[in-house]
């Protein structure tokens, strides 16, 4: 596609129940990362795919959040037994291949979640 | 891990005026982009530039890599400048970003 394509724009979730959010990358970037941003707050990174390497989860704050990038496309960020200190917009980023294209990050317009 | 500190955290600018934003980090990097972040929330990459100096139209950023600071220079500011700026590094090529805080700018007409 033209751009990061993030979905849903928002999410809504009770406390404790589980949440999947997804971002599909520009066509032919290799890399993919996820951060989350709080309210008023700079970026906080999560999650760092590069090609069938193994990702950097150095930023994952606990073990209910997991993520997955499948066939290096589509990637799924989830959280499960969601608390509210996990509301935040989750944001989505993907680059091409170093380089090769161009350095620049792109960024999705990102899931606004909201745990009540 | 890396450390990023930007200044000023806010800035409001009468539209026309210049501005310089400043990038501290505190370790050698590989990798340093500027973005913006409009009002509505949307990260767009302004530079990538580890070093020298770049500029696109009245933009411009410089990096000081071995004095680990970054400049990003707004000229004669218009109110679609307004939304907040982020100076983000690493250490690895093409790795994760540490991002700092930002400058939110605001420009009056």
């Known amino acids: 596609g033209a751009g990061v394509s993030q979905s849903p724009s928002n999410k809504v979730t009770e406390k404790g129940k589980d949440v999947e959010l997804r971002c599909d990358p520009i066509?032919?970037?290799?890399?993919l990362y996820w951060y989350r941003q709080s309210l008023g707050q700079g970026l906080e990174f999560l999650i760092y795919?590069?090609?069938?390497?193994?990702?950097?989860k150095s930023g994952l704050p606990s073990d209910r959040f997991s993520a997955e990038r499948t066939g290096g496309s589509v990637s799924t960020l989830t959280i499960q037994r969601t608390q509210q200190e996990d509301s935040a917009v989750y944001l989505c980023?993907?680059?091409?291949?170093?380089?090769?294209?161009?350095?620049?990050?792109?960024f999705g317009s990102g899931t606004r979640l909201t745990v009540v | 891990g890396i450390q990023v500190e930007q200044s000023p955290p806010d800035l409001i600018l009468q539209e026309g005026a210049n501005s310089t934003l400043r990038c501290n980090f505190s370790?050698?990097?590989?990798?340093l982009q500027w973005f913006h972040q409009n009002p509505w929330g949307q990260l767009i990459n302004l530079f990538y530039?580890?070093?020298g100096t770049k500029q696109n139209g009245r933009l411009s950023a410089t990096t000081v890599a071995t004095e680990r600071y970054s400049l990003l220079y707004i000229s004669s500011s218009q109110t679609t400048d307004s939304g907040v700026y982020f100076c983000?590094?690493?250490?690895?090529?093409?790795?994760?970003?540490?991002f700092g805080q930002g400058t939110e700018l605001s420009v009056k007409p």
């Open positions: 795919f590069q090609g069938n390497s193994a990702p950097d």
């Open positions: 066509s032919g970037h290799t890399a």
């Open positions: 370790d050698s990097v590989n990798n």
């Open positions: 980023a993907s680059r091409p291949p170093w380089g090769a294209k161009g350095y620049g990050y792109t």
């Open positions: 983000a590094v690493g250490g690895n090529q093409g790795g994760k970003l540490i």
């Open positions: 530039i580890p070093s």
